[in-house]
């Protein structure tokens, strides 16, 4: 297993986004993967549920299945440390009352996010710059922005924030499908470590570039010395398939 320590992570910057996300700090052509960009909107591009999180305590309804206490009286810098921090990528799950169906409580967040204050509200992250600058440099021919479940706020978000740029697009479904639309030449940022695992299986991994943020928990498991290991098994999985990671500060953000 891979373990990184805190100060491991590299941080995207105007000066070193081209080695990120062209050559990946390799000379090896295989690792150039610039026929696309693909790029998770959540917790990548901006975080909405971030917005959610603040706003939890006035929704009656939701209280009578979720605890608070846990947050109450933390101030925004606090509570985007705590929204960091979680353990479960989803954060009613870290605040429920009782014992939870994940499947249910995925639900309730989908629903909770149809609502387009959510979007508009600035929380552009630290890959926006620099899949702008990515793009201007002419670096990336494709970049597509994915969300499990279609969203017309994500999309229209996505369009402010690339002003309506063709070479970006917005795909939504199931992920091992949309994998089949990837050409093998391509770069992922994933802020679910879980779908490294669905690539392997739809033998989408051999030959990627990931992108991977540092800074959220629930990707990890948090060692007793403060170090982190990724929830899934990195060199189990380099066992079958050449490919290459580089992980970067994702929680960057105007908030």
């Known amino acids: 297993m891979i373990t990184l320590k805190p100060g491991d992570n590299v941080i995207l910057t105007k000066d070193n986004v ?3 996300l062209s050559n990946m700090h390799t000379t090896d052509t295989m690792f150039m993967n610039a026929q696309c960009l693909f790029v998770e909107y959540y917790d990548i591009i901006k975080a909405p549920w971030f917005i959610l999180l603040t706003l939890i ?4 309804k939701i209280r009578q299945i979720i605890d608070t206490s846990r947050i109450e009286g933390l101030d925004t810098n606090e509570l985007f440390e705590w929204y960091c921090k979680r ?4 954060f009613l799950l870290d605040l429920a009352t009782a014992p939870t ?3 249910e409580y995925n639900t309730i967040l989908d629903i909770l996010m149809r609502n387009e204050i959510f979007y508009t509200i600035n929380t552009k992250l630290n890959a926006v710059e620099a899949i702008s600058i990515a793009i201007r440099q002419k670096m990336v021919k494709k970049v597509v922005i994915y969300t499990e479940e279609e969203n017309q706020y994500v999309r229209e978000d996505i369009e402010r924030l690339f002003n309506s740029n063709p070479i ?3 795909w939504y479904g199931d992920f ?6 990837i050409p093998d030449d391509s770069s992922y940022m994933l802020s679910d470590f879980n779908k490294i695992v669905s690539m392997a299986d739809a033998n989408h991994l051999n030959y990627a570039s990931l992108i991977l943020p ?3 928990d629930y990707n990890f498991i948090i060692n007793e010395d403060g170090s982190k290991t990724p929830i899934v098994d990195i060199t189990y999985l380099g066992k079958d398939n050449l490919f290459k990671i580089s992980y970067f500060n994702a929680a960057a ?3």
Do not use: A, C, G, S
Request: without cysteine.
């Open 18 to 20: 081209k080695d990120v």
């Open 101 to 103: 169906n994940k499947i």
């Open 253 to 255: 953000t105007t908030i």
């Open 214 to 216: 540092f800074d959220y």
């Open 168 to 170: 970006v697009k917005y």
């Open 176 to 181: 091992e499908k949309i994998l089949e639309k």
């Open 87 to 90: 353990e479960n990528r989803n």
């Open 57 to 60: 305590h006035q929704n009656d």
